[in-house]
T-cell receptor, first 113, second 114 residues
Framework: DTAVSQTPKYLVTQMGNDKSIKCEQN?????MYWYKQDSKKFLKIMFS???????INETVPNRFSPKSPDKAHLNLHINSLELGDSAVYFC????????????FGSGTRLTVV | AQSVTQLDSQVPVFEEAPVELRCNYS??????LFWYVQYPNQGLQLLLK??????LVKGINGFEAEFNKSQTSFHLRKPSVHISDTAEYFC????????????FGAGTTVTVRA
């Protein structure tokens, strides 16, 4: 069973479109995250949610809106897509005790054309 | 705020040779330290972590890392690499008591050649 699953795996879309990426974890973790990996493989945190509440919003444009309907799901909606949004987006989760590390999904490769 | 510097962007190595990947961190408070591996077109997998206690940490796939507080380093080593170890390796840090933000280094590309 996949621990953290993201859909879709690949997403190709035109500039200006709106798209969503879904993430689900079956680990019972309280905290979920979105990370962006750019073309140079640099990983940067975008959002952290703990028990459905936003904890960290790391100066992400407001075109990006995370939504957590319950603590097992954290979806990412992106409005008015731009070329610079092309990247791999990773969802992750972690348990409530600190220092356990994160479990990552396999990523969603977004290409904006 | 915490930060991580991986000192080598690319490390080519021959099969069965040892490898060391260097990581330095900066933080004004105590930290948790991690190494992750990313195989091509895959997500990140936890290799090992340091929380407290023994400064030598053993992980999966024969990797180990040593925490050095005075040098603020957490270098990753493997005594003998395989072709299958070809991957991107990331060092990461989070603050003790605030695990909501894991900060990553820029990554080290390890290429193992026969």
């Amino acid at each position: 069973d996949t621990a953290v699953s993201q859909t879709p795996k690949y997403l190709v879309t035109q500039m200006g479109n709106d798209k969503s990426i879904k993430c689900e974890q079956n680990l019972g973790h309280d905290t979920m995250y979105w990370y962006k990996q750019d073309s140079k493989k640099f990983l940067k945190i975008m959002f952290s949610y703990n028990n459905k509440e936003l904890i960290i919003n790391e100066t992400v444009p407001n075109r990006f809106s995370p939504k957590s309907p319950d603590k097992a799901h954290l979806n990412l909606h992106i409005n008015s897509l731009e070329l610079g949004d092309s990247a791999v987006y990773f969802c992750a989760s972690s348990p409530p005790l600190g220092g356990q590390g994160y479990t990552f999904g396999s990523g969603t490769r977004l290409t904006v054309v | 705020a915490q930060s991580v510097t991986q000192l080598d962007s690319q490390v080519p190595v021959f099969e069965e040779a040892p490898v060391e990947l260097r990581c330095n961190y900066s933080s004004s408070v105590s930290v948790y330290l991690f190494w992750y591996v990313q195989y091509p077109n895959q997500g990140l997998q936890l290799l090992l972590k340091y929380l407290s206690g023994s400064t030598l940490v053993k992980g999966i796939n024969g990797f180990e890392a040593e925490f050095n507080k005075s040098q603020t380093s957490f270098h990753l080593r493997k005594p003998s690499v395989h072709i299958s170890d070809t991957a991107e390796y990331f060092c990461a840090v989070s603050l003790l008591g605030n695990d909501y933000k894991l900060s990553f280094g820029a990554g080290t590309t390890v290429t193992v050649r026969a």
